[in-house]
């Protein structure tokens, strides 16, 4: 497999593009038109390679194990962990692994011999969603050690006394704990606590008790449990419920981790603030917990009193003893969606799906970053998210990044922009997006020399966009969405004349998303898809005069 190590603030492809705009017939200010094509060449159909989309090292996970953080990829073939060595500010090492399109959670034995992995896949079946990876020589690559019945592994945490284990979903049964024993190098189920749980993402373990965090991250709404979690008794093998009061109503348990003799429990919030709760690790009923900031909390790391945690903003400082969440100084570019917290050496290492590492002084705000591209992360085409073309110019979606490549000249550039465009449409040259997760409508006008932008926000529990479409006749940007974590689903519509936006919440029912929108002759057509409900199966259409409200069919 080629390699490339190319910078997350441009790219250059030069094949095949300039062909492409030739036989479509177009200029560079053209939109890009099946019509175009076929006046061009009306009895024959010619499909060019254009070479990669978007290309940009996408990353899903960081875990720092001495001077050296661990990083997992995300939507990249194959799927591999990178060794980036901080004080040096390049990359030492990368281990491909032979199974999963991402990891997500990273874990590390005490000692810091080995490093454990756990995929997200495609499909339930034999293949190990377990790897482990020496780091006495990383040069070595990493290896199978087993799997988990669930599809995808979210969360891992070893024992003081080696053992892992493991949580996750994806299967169409509720998340179970998991074990691996590496003297035995068996995998076993411990049990399933919730059985209404259709998500596990947060474990953190000690010798004798395992914590085990769910909720309803996805296919929530309807009897799906809300936030919960449980100590698992390894000597008793018994689940016990601990869910701190304050976080019964969000939907799932975000984050766990054990600082000192305290359990940090984090919440994922959707119509209201996310919480942090330290809880004593020998007596859980014994806690303090306070409101947190934005809607999500994650990735603890600790300095002292204070523990370190991210949202969907930035970074931020829960103090122990005081119990109190503050934001942290910092006064270098956003951070993105963040999928590491560390710290060394006094500093906050923070690991941003933009594809760069920050060290951050949490004290003064000063920073460093540091491209994980530029220092040696193999950069390889990322699985698309969405795609729209016009204007010249076809915009490909990822994570954390979309492509602009010019049809006329091939040069290609990438925005960065939060989340991932699931789907996108071009009108008189200007991009929009509906983009993931609980980002609204982001827009581009090539020709203003501004950035890419949000033009429209929506109730952050609709996070999850699933079809763009331009009504001709209103004039306006229409987007459908999911719930993840409520059910339901929503209409929104946008006018780029007057930066309007309206919001239609669940226009099918309350439990159906909306997968899809169409318009003509100024009325919006909606699809219902499959919901979760009493285990039956609904789809529905409606109609809807743009922006006026909804009608019945």
Same mark, same amino acid.
Request: charged content about 15%; overall charge neutral.
């Given at each position: 497999?080629?390699?490339?190590?190319?910078?997350?603030?441009?790219?250059?492809?030069?094949?095949?593009?300039?062909?492409?705009?030739?036989?479509?017939?177009?200029?560079?200010?053209?939109?890009?038109?099946?019509?175009?094509?076929?006046?061009?060449?009306?009895?024959?159909?010619?499909?060019?390679?254009?070479?990669?989309?978007?290309?940009?090292?996408?990353?899903?996970?960081?875990?720092?194990?001495?001077?050296?953080?661990?990083?997992?990829?995300?939507?990249?073939?194959?799927?591999?962990?990178?060794?980036?060595?901080?004080?040096?500010?390049?990359?030492?090492?990368?281990?491909?692994?032979?199974?999963?399109?991402?990891?997500?959670?990273?874990?590390?034995?005490?000692?810091?011999?080995?490093?454990?992995?756990?995929?997200?896949?495609?499909?339930?079946?034999?293949?190990?969603?377990?790897?482990?990876?020496?780091?006495?020589?990383?040069?070595?690559?990493?290896?199978?050690?087993?799997?988990?019945?669930?599809?995808?592994?979210?969360?891992?945490?070893?024992?003081?006394?080696?053992?892992?284990?493991?949580?996750?979903?994806?299967?169409?049964?509720?998340?179970?704990?998991?074990?691996?024993?590496?003297?035995?190098?068996?995998?076993?189920?411990?049990?399933?606590?919730?059985?209404?749980? +259709?998500?596990?993402?947060?474990?953190?373990?000690?010798?004798?008790?395992?914590?085990?965090?769910?909720?309803?991250?996805?296919?929530?709404?309807?009897?799906?449990?809300?936030?919960?979690?449980?100590?698992?008794?390894?000597?008793?093998?018994?689940?016990?419920?601990? +869910?701190?009061?304050?976080?019964?109503?969000?939907?799932?348990?975000?984050?766990?981790?054990?600082?000192?003799?305290?359990?940090?429990?984090?919440?994922?919030?959707?119509?209201?603030?996310?919480?942090?709760?330290?809880?004593?690790?020998?007596?859980?009923?014994?806690?303090?917990?306070?409101?947190?900031?934005?809607?999500?909390?994650?990735? %603890?790391?600790?300095?002292?009193?204070?523990?370190? %945690?991210?949202?969907?903003?930035?970074?931020?400082?829960?103090?122990?003893?005081?119990?109190?969440?503050?934001?942290?100084?910092?006064?270098?570019? %956003?951070?993105?969606?963040?999928?590491?917290?560390?710290?060394?050496?006094?500093?906050?290492?923070?690991?941003?799906?933009?594809?760069?590492?920050?060290?951050?002084?949490?004290?003064?705000?000063?920073?460093?970053?540091?491209?994980?591209?530029?220092?040696?992360?193999? @950069?390889?085409?990322?699985?698309?998210?969405?795609?729209?073309?016009?204007?010249?110019?076809?915009?490909?979606?990822?994570?954390?990044?979309?492509?602009?490549?010019?049809?006329?000249?091939?040069?290609?550039?990438?925005?960065?922009?939060?989340?991932?465009?699931?789907?996108?449409?071009?009108?008189?040259?200007?991009?929009?997006?509906?983009?993931? @997760?609980?980002?609204?409508?982001?827009?581009?006008?090539?020709?203003?020399?501004?950035?890419?932008?949000?033009?429209?926000?929506?109730?952050?529990?609709?996070?999850?966009?699933?079809?763009?479409?331009?009504?001709?006749?209103?004039?306006?940007?229409?987007?459908?969405?999911?719930?993840?974590?409520?059910?339901?689903?929503?209409?929104? +519509?946008?006018?780029?004349? +007057?930066?309007?936006?309206?919001? %239609?919440?669940?226009?099918?029912?309350?439990?159906?998303?909306?997968?899809?929108?169409?318009?003509?002759?100024?009325?919006?057509?909606?699809?219902?898809?499959?919901?979760?409900?009493?285990?039956?199966?609904?789809?529905?259409?409606?109609?809807?005069?743009?922006?006026?409200?909804?009608?019945?069919?």
């Amino acid at each position: 497999m080629e390699k490339s190590n190319i910078s997350r603030r441009a790219a250059l492809q030069v094949g095949g593009v300039a062909s492409l705009a030739a036989a479509m017939g177009l200029a560079a200010g053209q939109p890009a038109s099946a019509s175009a094509s076929l006046a061009a060449k009306p009895k024959a159909t010619e499909v060019l390679d254009l070479g990669p989309g978007v290309v940009q090292f996408s990353l899903m996970s960081g875990l720092l194990v001495g001077e050296t953080l661990y990083i997992g990829s995300r939507n990249l073939d194959p799927v591999r962990i990178v060794a980036f060595h901080v004080p040096s500010g390049k990359v030492t090492g990368v281990s491909e692994l032979e199974n999963g399109y991402a990891i997500q959670t990273l874990a590390a034995d005490a000692a810091g011999r080995y490093l454990y992995a756990g995929v997200l896949q495609n499909t339930t079946g034999p293949k190990p969603n377990l790897f482990r990876w020496g780091l006495s020589n990383l040069g070595a690559k990493a290896t199978p050690v087993g799997r988990i019945g669930d599809r995808d592994v979210r969360d891992l945490s070893v024992a003081p006394n080696g053992r892992l284990y493991a949580v996750g979903g994806g299967s169409g049964t509720a998340p179970a704990l998991w074990e691996y024993d590496p003297a035995t190098g068996t995998v076993s189920n411990l049990g399933v606590p919730d059985a209404g749980a +259709t998500l596990a993402r947060a474990v953190a373990a000690t010798d004798s008790t395992i914590f085990f965090g769910a909720g309803s991250t996805l296919g929530g709404g309807g009897s799906a449990s809300r936030a919960c979690l449980y100590a698992y008794d390894h000597a008793a093998k018994s689940f016990r419920n601990v +869910t701190p009061a304050e976080m019964i109503a969000d939907p799932s348990i975000r984050d766990l981790a054990i600082v000192g003799d305290k359990l940090m429990v984090s919440s994922a919030a959707s119509t209201s603030t996310s919480k942090i709760a330290a809880l004593s690790v020998t007596n859980p009923s014994s806690y303090a917990s306070a409101a947190s900031e934005g809607k999500t909390a994650k990735n %603890f790391a600790a300095i002292g009193d204070n523990v370190y %945690f991210a949202n969907e903003a930035g970074l931020l400082a829960y103090s122990l003893s005081a119990n109190t969440v503050s934001a942290v100084p910092y006064q270098g570019p %956003f951070l993105g969606e963040i999928w590491g917290v560390d710290t060394l050496n006094g500093k906050v290492l923070v690991t941003s799906a933009f594809g760069f590492v920050a060290e951050i002084d949490p004290t003064s705000g000063t920073f460093k970053t540091t491209d994980l591209g530029e220092a040696g992360a193999p @950069s390889d085409a990322q699985e698309a998210m969405g795609l729209a073309a016009g204007g010249g110019l076809v915009y490909v979606g990822g994570n954390g990044v979309i492509s602009r490549r010019s049809l006329g000249t091939g040069q290609v550039a990438n925005m960065t922009v939060p989340g991932e465009a699931k789907d996108a449409v071009v009108v008189d040259s200007v991009l929009y997006t509906g983009q993931y @997760s609980s980002q609204g409508i982001w827009s581009y006008d090539p020709r203003s020399g501004k950035p890419i932008s949000q033009v429209a926000k929506f109730s952050s529990e609709q996070n999850r966009p699933l079809d763009v479409h331009w009504d001709e006749v209103n004039k306006l940007v229409l987007v459908c969405a999911q719930a993840d974590t409520e059910g339901g689903g929503s209409l929104w +519509t946008y006018d780029p004349r +007057t930066g309007k936006s309206g919001f %239609f919440l669940n226009p099918v029912d309350k439990v159906q998303l909306v997968r899809a929108v169409t318009a003509r002759d100024g009325v919006a057509y909606l699809g219902g898809g499959p919901a979760r409900n009493g285990g039956t199966w609904h789809r529905c259409g409606v109609r809807s005069r743009s922006g006026q409200g909804i009608v019945a069919p």
